[in-house]
């Protein structure tokens, strides 16, 4: 179906697994963050590209909605901006 929403999982342990997400432009999306280990600095993701902060409790997910209204490279990261993931809208 066209307007199916693209939801991705990233896995959140140490880094972001994948931390490259590409979306189809024009349809509804999300990712959903699971932190599964304490290791590093990831307690909470931030996107400042969708207005978006959240902790990441270990094991619980977090959805975030994604605005695929344009194309283009957009980001997330850790709390201070350190560890890093893409998101690619085409
Ligand atoms: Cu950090």
Not at 67 to 86: I, N, P, Q
Request: glycine content about 10%; proline content about 4%.
């Amino acid at each position: 179906m066209q307007n199916d929403k693209q939801v991705v999982t990233v896995t959140v342990n140490g880094g972001y697994q994948p931390n490259v997400v590409t979306f189809k432009q024009g349809q509804p999306a999300a990712i959903k963050f699971i932190r599964t280990s304490d290791q590093g600095c990831l307690g909470t993701v931030q996107s400042n590209d969708f207005n978006f902060k959240r902790a990441l409790p270990l094991n619980e997910a977090e959805t975030m909605p994604v605005d695929t209204s344009k194309a283009g490279e957009y980001g997330f990261s850790c709390g201070m901006d350190m560890v890093k993931g893409r998101i690619v809208i085409q």
